[in-house]
Structure formats: structure tokens, C-alpha cells
């Protein structure tokens, strides 16, 4: 072949164009990709809204609600209470939104595209996940702002108000953006495993939603031990004070007394998990 | 130029492509003909590094795709199955995939241009028609100004106009260009008028490779089958100028420039024993037909000037006639 190497003509010289593949270039392509989909703006909008107006609603049903003694709920008084009710729904909406950022590209085709622009794979699979994570966490700082600042402003003559100057508030106010970015992440990751839609955002559903109640309530000991380090149940360890923890673990069955960031790193090693062999995966595969 | 040394596909049990040997040069159009199912389109998967060869590798320019610093200024891939996502508007499409190579808004424009989407690439490709997809997927290709267009049944779906278009496009970019295009299509028609050189390929084998002119003369000139036990001397004296006889297997001869009534009486007139006289012909499509379909012995013929010669010959013997001329 070294004679024909020889003949082939370099009029066309590629050397001189500035076009280059890069990191930096590929979170560039990832950010358009993920912003111009109809998917991005309904899950984020669903988010934005479900959450902000929960936060509302339930401060709302809070302050009306009958007091312990009186046969009411018992953390009517919590401020974080409502915030952590609108989470655990409005996860979902970011859980949907995480499986479709990679899912989508599989049902379309768009990812044979994708995979040929960026023929190491790798790369593309990292800049989606950042940009998924940014764009969540940047929405959830959004939603948990509007809605403790709402909460105050009708709720903190009823002595329902987030008080922004304990520092003990800053951390589950953050970790709640944290917690909701990275269950995005763990939805992309099962959905960059599974590369279907439907079977990612079921899986990871049925994770959120439906184990922690079935492991809760069912009475064997296996489960009952399981619990703790659901991948919803432990991050969300990260949006409670350190008051709320101990509560918590005094009331453990099993006397877990995990901290808030140690069920945070119970969620991200599921994500490391996932995200890891979807990683092998990707490399191996034919696409 | 893409380089492929045995390269070979196996899915579960089927072997889609079977330790195939090729080189596309630049400068040319290079057709890539077969039957659908022949390992067209996952030779092209395999080129770009969506499907993984089983056996053998294949380069271009030297190198695997994926090692290229800049893969779409290398090759510009339109494959068979539709690549975009459905609810994403052409344009954006088409800036999302330049923005990987830092290729601007510019040059994304340039394309739309070209390929005449100017009018819907604010238009959500879900309600594309085939040939405006087919357009987008063309778009795609171009857009990083590529060395090497590697495009899958381009043509498909495409109105007149735009059939006119690829094929004016594809052979000014290689003969004004110097670039190197791998055209993939089943119609031997417009192969005919587009590619300067064929590689036929069925059953994941190539079956002949050569210049389109030798490929399409091979596969079309009358060619007559003589199998005899004298097969030597009767070589001998059928060859002269206007007549050549190739020796294909033990005790048969393929002449070219001789009709099967000549060859008969030349035979008889020598007394020479003969056990099979076929005169054999065909139009464009039967020659492609011929060539593709595994029971015809055309592939045992190396094309002439070619270094890769086309796999082992296993003739099927056709039923055996004799004297006549069967036109």
C-alpha cells in the first residue's frame, strides 16, 4: 500500500483548517443538543412549577393543620418539612428528564451522529452528564430559592419560614439542589445502561418511589436492613438538618445513623456504579 | 483514502461481512455496489467506528477513525439509517454536531445553503419528508468540510433534481478536489454515471473490484464457456487478435471475441471434443445480478490491472449444451 500512500494527492490539506475536536467543544455541542429538544423545556418547566407551587400548597395545608395535640401531623412545624414533600415529586420530573437526555438519542438514531463526531465515546457520554448536572442544579437552586422565599413571604407570620441566617439551613437548602442534580445523573446513568426510554425512567421510578415503600413496609429483616441505602432514600439524607438525622436515627429499627453525607455517598456510589459499567458498555457496544 | 485488510463482521451466527480487502483511492468516485443485506452499510459502520470489526481493521488516511484529532474534517458520514433526533429543528441539528470540531454558525449556513434546506431548517426534522432528511443527512456530512465523504444509498428518496445534485457534487469534489468519496448504492444505473471505480460486494464478499468501464465491459461482453478435455490445444487454436481465451478451472475456457457458433465450428472442424459450449451475454442489470448472486462464475474472474483478485472460484456448471448457437 506504501505506492499508493505516495500518489494520493494533498491538495486538500486538513492540517490547515482550525475545526478541532475538544472537550471544550464538545460540552458546547452537548449544551445545544440539550437545550434545543422540547423534552428539556417541558421537564424543567413541570419541575419549576410542581415544586414551587408544593412548597406553597403544603406550607398552605401546614399552617391550617391541627396541632400535634390535637391529632395533627407532628412536624407541622418544620420548615423544611414542605420543601422535602415537593422534592420527593418534583424529583421525578428530573429523573424523567436525565433518562431522555440519553434514551432520546437512542429511539432517534441521533446517537450513530454523536458517536461519529466524537468517535472515542467517551467524551460525549462525560459532556452530557455535565451539562445535565449543571442545567439541573442551576433549575433546582431556582425552584428551592422561589420557593422558601414564597414560603416566607406568606407563611412567616404562622412561624413557618426558612431562617436563611442559621448556617444549619444552608446545607439541606444546597444538598436539595445537590440531591436533585445527582438523581438526575442516576437516571442518566441507568438510561445510558438501559438505552431505552421507557425501561430507564420505569427503573428508576420503581427506585424512588415504589422500593422505599415496599422496603419499608414489608417485615423482613433483608429489606429492613436494604432501606436506608436506597439510592432516594440515602441521598436524600443530604436535604435534612443534622436536628432532622438524629430524629431519624433514634427512630431507625436498625439503628442506622448514617450522616448527610454519608447517604450522599450512598447515592453517588450508586451512580458510580451505573454510570461505570454504562461507561464499559458504551466503549464495547456496537452503536 | 480508506484502507480496509480483512475485514470481517460477524452478528450472532451471520457473517455480514467476510474478511474483505479494499482500498478507496482519493480523486475518485468509488462506488460501493451490492444487494441489500451484501454488508454495504456495516462496512461503512465499521469504517466510522459505530460497529466494531470482529476480525481486521480498516483506516482512513493512515489512521483508525477514532484516532483522528479531528474526525469530521477527516470523514463526513451519511449511513443508511436515519441519525437525528426527531424533535430537534434541522439547524440545530446541524450547529449541535459542527459545535463538537468549534465549526461556527457560518459554515452551518454554508451547508443549509448547499443542500437547499434554507426554507425548513427552522422545521423540526420529525416532519421532514425522505428526501429532506436524506438533504439533513447529506448537510451533516459536509458540514466539517471533510477529506473523505463516505455516504450510504445517497440518492435515496431524493427527487430528479436532487439525484442530479449528489451526482454533480460527488464527482467535482473528487476530480477538482483531490477528495476521496465511497458511494454505496444498489442501482447499477446510477452508479454507471456517478462512480469512476466499483467495488461489487455480496454476502459480505467482494466480488469484483476494478474500474467501472471494466467492470461493467467484464460484466456485460459476450463472453462463451467451453469446457473440454483438450482444453490446451483448443486455446490454442481458437486465440488470436480479436479473440482471447482464458483459462478458468481445469479442462474450461473463457473466450472473449469469438460467438459460440465459431467456437463450435472450430471445434468440430479440429475434432475436438467438447462437453460444454455456453454463450453467455447480458444487459447492465443481469450483469449486476450476475455478479451478485453467488451461482455464476463471473466473480472467478480477476479484473484486469487489479492486485486484489476476487476470491477463490467456485464455478457452478451450468447445464452442458452443445453445437448451437442458444441466442
Request: no cysteine; aromatic share 6%; hydrophobic share 45%.
Given at each position: 500500500?506504501?505506492?499508493?500512500?505516495?500518489?494520493?494527492?494533498?491538495?486538500?490539506?486538513?492540517?490547515?483548517k482550525?475545526y478541532?475536536?475538544?472537550?471544550?467543544?464538545?460540552?458546547?455541542?452537548?449544551?445545544?443538543?440539550?437545550?434545543?429538544?422540547?423534552?428539556?423545556?417541558?421537564?424543567?418547566?413541570?419541575?419549576?412549577?410542581?415544586t414551587?407551587?408544593?412548597?406553597?400548597?403544603?406550607?398552605?395545608?401546614?399552617?391550617?393543620?391541627?396541632?400535634?395535640?390535637?391529632?395533627?401531623?407532628?412536624?407541622a412545624?418544620?420548615?423544611?418539612?414542605?420543601?422535602?414533600?415537593?422534592?420527593?415529586?418534583?424529583?421525578?420530573?428530573?429523573?424523567?428528564?436525565?433518562?431522555?437526555?440519553?434514551?432520546?438519542?437512542?429511539?432517534?438514531?441521533?446517537?450513530?451522529?454523536?458517536?461519529?463526531?466524537?468517535?472515542?465515546?467517551?467524551?460525549?457520554?462525560?459532556?452530557?452528564a455535565?451539562?445535565?448536572?449543571?442545567?439541573?442544579?442551576?433549575a433546582?437552586?431556582?425552584?428551592?430559592?422561589?420557593?422558601?422565599?414564597?414560603?416566607s413571604?406568606?407563611?412567616?407570620?404562622?412561624?413557618?419560614?426558612?431562617?436563611?441566617?442559621?448556617?444549619?439551613?444552608?446545607?439541606?437548602?444546597?444538598?436539595?439542589?445537590?440531591?436533585?442534580?445527582?438523581?438526575a445523573?442516576?437516571?442518566?446513568?441507568?438510561?445510558?445502561?438501559?438505552?431505552?426510554?421507557?425501561?430507564a425512567?420505569?427503573?428508576?421510578?420503581?427506585?424512588?418511589l415504589?422500593?422505599?415503600?415496599?422496603?419499608?413496609?414489608?417485615?423482613?429483616?433483608?429489606?429492613?436492613?436494604?432501606?436506608?441505602?436506597?439510592?432516594?432514600?440515602?441521598?436524600?439524607?443530604?436535604?435534612?438538618?443534622?436536628?432532622?438525622?438524629e430524629?431519624?436515627?433514634?427512630?431507625?429499627?436498625?439503628?442506622?445513623?448514617?450522616?448527610?453525607?454519608?447517604?450522599?455517598?450512598?447515592?453517588?456510589?450508586?451512580?458510580?456504579?451505573?454510570?461505570?459499567?454504562?461507561?464499559?458498555?458504551?466503549?464495547?457496544?456496537?452503536? | 483514502?480508506?484502507?480496509?485488510?480483512?475485514?470481517?463482521?460477524?452478528?450472532g451466527?451471520?457473517?455480514?461481512?467476510?474478511g474483505?480487502?479494499?482500498?478507496?483511492?482519493?480523486?475518485?468516485?468509488?462506488?460501493?455496489?451490492?444487494?441489500?443485506?451484501?454488508?454495504?452499510?456495516?462496512?461503512?459502520?465499521?469504517?466510522v467506528?459505530?460497529?466494531?470489526?470482529?476480525?481486521?481493521?480498516?483506516?482512513?488516511?493512515?489512521?483508525?477513525?477514532?484516532?483522528?484529532?479531528?474526525?469530521?474534517t477527516?470523514?463526513?458520514?451519511?449511513?443508511?439509517?436515519?441519525?437525528?433526533?426527531?424533535?430537534?429543528?434541522?439547524?440545530?441539528?446541524?450547529?449541535?454536531?459542527?459545535?463538537?470540531?468549534?465549526?461556527?454558525?457560518?459554515?452551518?449556513?454554508?451547508?443549509?445553503?448547499?443542500?437547499?434546506?434554507?426554507?425548513?431548517?427552522?422545521?423540526?426534522?420529525?416532519?421532514?419528508?425522505?428526501?429532506?432528511?436524506q438533504r439533513l443527512g447529506?448537510?451533516?456530512?459536509?458540514?466539517?468540510?471533510?477529506?473523505?465523504?463516505?455516504?450510504?444509498?445517497?440518492?435515496?428518496?431524493?427527487?430528479?433534481e436532487?439525484?442530479?445534485?449528489?451526482?454533480?457534487?460527488?464527482?467535482?469534489?473528487?476530480?477538482?478536489?483531490?477528495?476521496?468519496?465511497?458511494?454505496?448504492?444498489?442501482?447499477?444505473?446510477?452508479?454507471?454515471?456517478?462512480?469512476?471505480?466499483?467495488?461489487?460486494?455480496?454476502?459480505?464478499?467482494?466480488?469484483?473490484?476494478?474500474?467501472?468501464?471494466?467492470?461493467?465491459?467484464?460484466?456485460?461482453?459476450?463472453?462463451?464457456?467451453?469446457?473440454?478435455?483438450?482444453?490446451?490445444?483448443?486455446?490454442?487454436?481458437?486465440?488470436?487478435?480479436?479473440?482471447?481465451?482464458?483459462?478458468?478451472?481445469?479442462?474450461?475456457?473463457?473466450?472473449?471475441?469469438a460467438t459460440?457458433?465459431?467456437?463450435?465450428e472450430?471445434?468440430?472442424?479440429?475434432?475436438?471434443?467438447?462437453?460444454?459450449?455456453?454463450?453467455?451475454?447480458?444487459?447492465?442489470?443481469?450483469?449486476?445480478?450476475?455478479?451478485?448472486?453467488?451461482?455464476?462464475?463471473?466473480?472467478?474472474?480477476?479484473?484486469?490491472?487489479?492486485?486484489?483478485?476476487?476470491?477463490?472460484?467456485?464455478?457452478?456448471?451450468?447445464?452442458?449444451?452443445?453445437?448451437?448457437?442458444?441466442?
Amino acid at each position: 500500500m506504501s505506492t499508493a500512500v505516495a500518489t494520493e494527492p494533498h491538495r486538500h490539506a486538513t492540517a490547515e483548517k482550525p475545526y478541532r475536536l475538544s472537550f471544550a467543544h464538545l460540552l458546547r455541542g452537548e449544551w445545544i443538543k440539550f437545550w434545543s429538544v422540547r423534552s428539556t423545556i417541558w421537564t424543567l418547566g413541570v419541575f419549576l412549577v410542581a415544586t414551587v407551587g408544593l412548597v406553597v400548597l403544603i406550607s398552605l395545608a401546614y399552617v391550617n393543620a391541627p396541632s400535634p395535640e390535637q391529632g395533627g401531623p407532628p412536624d407541622a412545624s418544620d420548615a423544611l418539612g414542605p420543601l422535602m414533600f415537593a422534592v420527593t415529586l418534583g424529583q421525578l420530573a428530573v429523573a424523567v428528564l436525565g433518562a431522555l437526555t440519553i434514551t432520546s438519542e437512542y429511539t432517534t438514531g441521533m446517537i450513530r451522529s454523536s458517536l461519529t463526531a466524537a468517535p472515542k465515546r467517551l467524551p460525549v457520554l462525560w459532556s452530557k452528564a455535565i451539562v445535565l448536572v449543571v442545567a439541573v442544579f442551576g433549575a433546582a437552586l431556582v425552584a428551592v430559592a422561589a420557593g422558601t422565599a414564597l414560603q416566607s413571604l406568606f407563611f412567616d407570620s404562622k412561624g413557618l419560614s426558612v431562617d436563611f441566617s442559621d448556617p444549619d439551613m444552608i446545607r439541606p437548602l444546597v444538598g436539595t439542589a445537590v440531591y436533585l442534580a445527582t438523581i438526575a445523573l442516576f437516571s442518566f446513568a441507568l438510561g445510558a445502561l438501559m438505552r431505552h426510554s421507557a425501561a430507564a425512567i420505569a427503573t428508576v421510578l420503581g427506585l424512588l418511589l415504589v422500593a422505599p415503600i415496599l422496603f419499608g413496609s414489608i417485615p423482613w429483616k433483608p429489606l429492613t436492613y436494604m432501606f436506608p441505602f436506597l439510592p432516594g432514600v440515602a441521598g436524600q439524607q443530604l436535604t435534612q438538618t443534622d436536628a432532622q438525622l438524629e430524629v431519624a436515627a433514634a427512630s431507625s429499627p436498625i439503628g442506622a445513623d448514617l450522616t448527610a453525607w454519608q447517604g450522599y455517598g450512598v447515592l453517588v456510589l450508586w451512580v458510580v456504579v451505573v454510570l461505570g459499567v454504562a461507561a464499559i458498555l458504551l466503549k464495547k457496544r456496537d452503536a | 483514502m480508506i484502507e480496509a485488510h480483512d475485514l470481517t463482521k460477524r452478528y450472532g451466527t451471520k457473517l455480514a461481512v467476510d474478511g474483505i480487502s479494499f482500498t478507496v483511492q482519493p480523486g475518485r468516485v468509488t462506488g460501493f455496489l451490492g444487494p441489500n443485506g451484501a454488508g454495504k452499510s456495516t462496512t461503512m459502520r465499521m469504517i466510522v467506528g459505530l460497529d466494531k470489526p470482529t476480525h481486521g481493521s480498516v483506516t482512513v488516511n493512515g489512521k483508525r477513525y477514532a484516532e483522528h484529532h479531528s474526525p469530521l474534517t477527516q470523514v463526513g458520514a451519511l449511513l443508511e439509517a436515519k441519525a437525528v433526533h426527531t424533535g430537534r429543528s434541522a439547524r440545530n441539528h446541524l450547529r449541535a454536531i459542527a459545535a463538537t470540531h468549534g465549526i461556527g454558525d457560518k459554515r452551518v449556513n454554508e451547508v443549509i445553503s448547499m443542500t437547499g434546506l434554507d426554507t425548513v431548517a427552522k422545521r423540526r426534522v420529525g416532519g421532514f419528508s425522505l428526501g429532506m432528511g436524506q438533504r439533513l443527512g447529506i448537510a451533516a456530512a459536509l458540514v466539517g468540510d471533510p477529506q473523505t465523504l463516505i455516504l450510504d444509498e445517497p440518492v435515496n428518496g431524493l427527487d430528479p433534481e436532487g439525484v442530479l445534485w449528489v451526482r454533480n457534487l460527488v464527482k467535482y469534489l473528487a476530480a477538482s478536489e483531490g477528495r476521496t468519496i465511497f458511494l454505496s448504492s444498489h442501482l447499477m444505473s446510477e452508479m454507471a454515471v456517478t462512480a469512476d471505480h466499483l467495488i461489487v460486494i455480496g454476502r459480505g464478499k467482494i466480488i469484483a473490484d476494478g474500474p467501472v468501464d471494466s467492470v461493467i465491459a467484464q460484466a456485460t461482453r459476450a463472453t462463451v464457456r467451453v469446457r473440454s478435455p483438450q482444453a490446451t490445444d483448443l486455446a490454442a487454436r481458437l486465440a488470436g487478435p480479436a479473440v482471447t481465451v482464458t483459462p478458468a478451472e481445469d479442462g474450461l475456457l473463457e473466450i472473449h471475441g469469438a460467438t459460440a457458433v465459431e467456437v463450435g465450428e472450430i471445434a468440430a472442424k479440429h475434432g475436438f471434443v467438447l462437453h460444454e459450449l455456453t454463450p453467455m451475454s447480458g444487459s447492465l442489470e443481469e450483469a449486476y445480478m450476475s455478479l451478485t448472486s453467488e451461482s455464476v462464475e463471473y466473480h472467478s474472474a480477476a479484473l484486469p490491472g487489479e492486485e486484489s483478485a476476487p476470491h477463490g472460484a467456485h464455478a457452478a456448471t451450468a447445464a452442458p449444451t452443445t453445437g448451437e448457437d442458444a441466442r
